[in-house]
């Protein structure tokens, strides 16, 4: 458990798995992504109760994807999203992706089921916690309901999958890195102090111009993706220092495959990192 303060933590996972995050306020406790198991989800509020007796509020998500979402279901608290989060969780079939688990993560996953949020905004909503200001803004880029969650006066942004420090970024078919590349300079522009990605470290607006840079180069290496084979891109482009110090290699030339097949189309994508970043 990463402390940025006393009221602000952060569940940094050193496997990649997603990190869920925990605002205390002098009103109450705000929980960010829910991470894909139920049994993790319930480690992270019983760490809550261990340090406040303030009472849970809310669980934000920050999008769609099941390894922020599906341990929604062992959270007693309302769930705050956008609408498209909702519409994407209520469309899922979840029973149906259980089944093309490993046996062993079926069986973890028995009882889970998806919670849509209940409490839903188009653009922004923002929470008063009294010492703190919690503002949770649709951004896009990612996924088409990717959102942030800034604290305030912490200066603190919970970037979700907007942001993958030390791994390959998951480009799924429904990304859009025009919108993807504008909006983190849209969160430079607003200048935290602690950015907290959706998978890996912890860090400072260092983290967002590295993911700047790293989302331009992969955008560049499309034009080359009419012309060659992506195996060949991977073997050329896998050397540079911008890609090849993250982790996950393996992800880079899937993305560049989801990448390819999602150019002029508007697809969703609940299954490969179903379990990788869990």
């Known amino acids: 458990m990463f402390s940025i303060d006393d009221s602000i933590f952060v569940t940094e996972n050193l496997n990649g798995a997603a990190n869920s995050g925990i605002i205390i306020g002098d009103k109450g406790v705000i929980l960010v992504d829910s991470t894909f198991f139920p049994s993790k989800a319930k480690r992270i509020t019983q760490f809550v109760f261990s340090v406040t007796s303030k009472v849970l509020l809310y669980v934000v998500n920050t999008h769609y994807h099941l390894d922020h979402t599906l341990g929604n279901c062992a959270i007693d608290a309302p769930v705050v999203g956008n609408f498209l989060t909702k519409r994407y969780l209520e469309d899922f079939d979840l029973e149906k992706f259980k089944r093309s688990l490993e046996p062993i993560i079926q069986k973890e996953l028995k009882e889970a089921k998806l919670i849509p949020p209940s409490v839903v905004f ?123 110090k993250r982790g996950f290699a393996l992800l880079f030339e899937e993305s560049l495959a989801n990448y390819l097949k999602g150019r002029g189309k508007n697809g969703k994508n609940f299954g490969s990192h179903k379990t990788r970043w869990s």
């Open 122 to 244: 188009k653009n922004r909503i923002t929470f008063n916690l009294g010492d703190k200001r919690v503002e949770i803004v649709k951004m896009g880029g990612h996924t088409p309901d990717s959102s942030v969650v800034f604290v305030w006066p912490e200066q603190v942004c919970f970037c979700g999958d907007l942001v993958f420090a030390g791994y390959h970024a998951e480009i799924e078919e429904d990304s859009n890195l025009d919108r993807w590349i504008s909006n983190l300079k849209k969160i430079r522009q607003r200048n935290p102090k602690w950015i907290v990605p959706g998978h890996g470290k912890v860090g400072g607006m260092e983290e967002v111009n590295e993911m700047i840079l790293y989302l331009e180069k992969f955008k560049n290496l499309s034009k080359l993706l009419k012309l060659k084979h992506v195996k060949e891109i991977v073997d050329k482009f896998g050397e540079d220092p911008v890609f090849a």
